[in-house]
């Protein structure tokens, strides 16, 4: 499967592109509103990879491009970007391709981090909102240590959580999520469950600032 | 240290109360609106305990009484509720005691159960406002599997997150949680964090509704 990860030159986009990369036999493209970074970045995980023992080309282009050649895209931009990203590169989805959104809203406050619940209920929820009708929209890898999902010698033993209205998308997300070694993809329901999936991520922040020897967390059900 | 329990015949209040009995040497107290109810499950309690070959007391009186012989009051009520507990029982209360708040709105809705956010913010800040202003309130146990805490051959190997504005306070909380085997307390911050801490409650039981296999969840950060 080809793998398009808008915003894949950021942090939570290098650790999936990274991962995929190291752990399956997806192709892996990246992508950015500048082509030149996207290209920049992809050599940089083409060097890591290499480093590694592992021989992978991994593109960079535009994210208009990079949605022409993805299977899934994944809208790995800051949260106030999610809805003109999806915009952006409207006219490139067809009905095969799938959205995928892990971003989500936060503020800092003097206690920690709180959740910024955006007026259309969830961030996945502006994510489906703004695309074309016939493509299908999954919230899932929002609650992931963007760090340590990056560092490759770093072991996971962490879930994400699956959200979506089509069936058959959520299926190809999950597939896709568990192909990363370590990672539990669970069933969170449908897009309206966003907002609760969406709260874990500042919370993980606080809890990192409130607890010695805690960071880069992530989330285990059990 | 004397815990009473008040809601202590409910669900989290019977697992809390088995596990403090089985694991510590804290008097435990279970407090009800209705005293016979009170002393008919502490009764039920003690047998289960001695069963085990645990031989301990433990008492039950109405919410008033129950509160006068605690030095730590866990408010196991329903999130309606529990505004009105802490007012019935606010002159019995005094500036060594700290209130312990549990408790989380949900609701159901067709794809999962949701938060319901009150409008105070959280349950928590709402015991808090309730509270005398001399009274410390500590969020605590808002995201236990309740059934699996009531049988004590189950392993919890799960978190507990410790919100509060008063350390002193926050400290006994934290103790009292990881005096039950399994149990691992996190600092939260303050209760102005309340509200992501709470939410993720309706999040566990959507996740057991949505994979088969997963039931009576706990959350673990790592």
Same mark, same amino acid.
């Given at each position: 499967?080809?793998? +398009?990860?808008?915003?894949?030159?950021?942090?939570?986009?290098?650790?999936?592109? /990274?991962r995929?990369?190291f752990h399956?036999? *997806?192709?892996?493209?990246?992508?950015?509103?500048?082509?030149?970074?996207? *290209?920049?970045?992809?050599?940089? &995980?083409?060097?890591?990879?290499? =480093? $590694?023992?592992?021989?992978?080309? !991994?593109?960079?282009?535009?994210?208009?491009?990079?949605?022409?050649?993805?299977?899934? !895209?994944?809208?790995?931009?800051?949260? &106030?970007?999610?809805?003109?990203?999806?915009?952006?590169?409207?006219?490139?989805?067809?009905?095969?391709?799938? #959205?995928? +959104?892990?971003?989500?809203?936060?503020?800092?406050?003097?206690?920690?981090?709180? &959740?910024?619940?955006?007026?259309?209920? +969830?961030?996945?929820?502006?994510?489906?909102?703004?695309?074309?009708?016939?493509?299908?929209?999954?919230?899932?890898?929002?609650?992931?240590?963007?760090?340590?999902?990056?560092?490759?010698?770093?072991g996971l033993? !962490?879930?994400?959580?699956?959200?979506?209205?089509?069936?058959?998308?959520?299926?190809?997300?999950?597939? /896709?999520?568990e192909d990363i070694d370590g990672l $539990?993809?669970?069933?969170?329901?449908?897009?309206?469950?966003?907002?609760?999936?969406?709260? !874990?991520?500042? /919370? #993980?922040?606080?809890?990192?600032?409130?607890?010695?020897?805690?960071?880069? #967390?992530?989330?285990?059900? =059990?």
């Open positions: 499967m080809r793998i +398009s990860i808008l915003g894949g030159t950021g942090d939570i986009g290098e650790g999936l592109a /990274l995929w990369a399956s036999n *997806h192709d892996v493209i990246i992508g950015s509103r500048d082509a030149e970074k996207a *290209h920049t970045k992809a050599d940089e &995980y083409e060097t890591e990879l290499d =480093s $590694r023992g592992v021989d992978v080309t !991994i593109n960079g282009f535009e994210n208009g491009m990079a949605t022409d050649r993805g299977d899934v !895209i994944v809208l790995a931009v800051p949260p &106030y970007h999610v809805g003109d990203t999806v915009e952006s590169i409207a006219d490139r989805l067809d009905e095969d391709d799938v #959205l995928v +959104s892990p971003a989500v809203g936060m503020k800092r406050e003097e206690e920690g981090f709180r &959740y910024h619940r955006p007026g259309a209920g +969830s961030v996945t929820r502006i994510a489906a909102d703004a695309a074309p009708d016939d493509v299908p929209v999954v919230g899932a890898f929002h609650n992931l240590p963007a760090a340590r999902l990056a560092n490759l010698d770093a033993g !962490i879930d994400t959580l699956i959200l979506g209205d089509d069936e058959d998308a959520t299926d190809i997300v999950r597939m /896709l999520a $539990r993809a669970l069933d969170a329901g449908g897009i309206a469950n966003a907002p609760e999936v969406e709260s !874990i991520t500042p /919370l #993980l922040v606080t809890l990192a600032m409130h607890n010695d020897g805690l960071h880069d #967390l992530g989330v285990r059900f =059990s």
